[in-house]
């Protein structure tokens, strides 16, 4: 496979079309990058596969050591998801847990959750990678961290979307449309422990089992921040 970088223009416009009234009277018909992201086979939810059950005595970081831990302790998702976590004692409320990975393109980030007891609460970034939580504060109960349960689950977008109306379509494999919910960029520059995701998410409505597909489109951002903006703490 070959491949060529036609521009680094904001703008296309092709066509001889010519008029007084637009485009500054220069010749062309803009036309838009539409950009498409398949997700194959995203396997089903796995709500304890980043830390089983740990007891947290003391603040500092939580040993990692669920189903996507691999031999160098690292937190490897199929896809860039959101993340989930809760105790199982109902009385941790007021602890917060800091997330360091990668997002879908390898940029670093990182992300403070506030616990809720045993109601399960989820980052706004898409993590590809957890290399480490860290918790600051003790815990009454053992962290649980995971992908979310079918229905919360957030997947992270490859290029940055800006703008609601520059969401196109998302199919299934199959034609079917998938109705899911496209959110956002987060747009802060630079990115920090408390923003959102720097491309966006999409959360599908037919939930994640191993075998359903997802093809998105979107219109993305083309300036040099369309992978995400950089993190800095």
Do not use: C
């Amino acid at each position: 496979m070959s491949r060529h970088t036609i521009t680094h223009a904001d703008e296309l416009f092709v066509g001889a079309p010519q008029a007084g009234g637009i485009n500054q009277s220069l010749r062309g018909i803009s036309m838009l990058a539409i950009h498409r992201q398949i997700i194959e086979d995203a396997i089903a939810p796995d709500p304890n596969g980043i830390v089983e059950a740990v007891a947290v005595a003391a603040a500092g970081a939580v040993t990692l050591d669920g189903t996507f831990v691999d031999s160098n302790g690292v937190a490897v998702l199929d896809f860039a998801r959101n993340i989930s976590l809760d105790s199982d004692n109902a009385g941790d409320t007021t602890q917060t847990a800091t997330i360091t990975g990668t997002d879908i393109v390898g940029n670093l980030q990182v992300e403070d959750v506030d616990l809720n007891g045993t109601t399960e609460v989820f980052s706004a970034k898409a993590f590809k990678t957890v290399t480490s939580v860290v918790l600051d504060a003790l815990m009454a109960g053992d962290l649980i961290v995971g992908t979310p349960v079918a229905g919360d689950t957030e997947f992270g977008l490859n290029a940055k979307l800006v703008e609601a109306f520059d969401v196109l379509h998302a199919f299934e494999a199959d034609g079917t449309a998938e109705g899911g919910t496209f959110t956002l960029a987060d747009v802060t520059d630079p990115a920090t422990a408390v923003t959102g995701d720097t491309k966006g998410t999409f959360q599908p409505s037919n939930a994640p089992d191993g075998a359903v597909d997802y093809i998105l489109y979107w219109i993305p951002q083309l300036t040099k921040e369309a992978y995400g903006a950089n993190f800095t703490g």
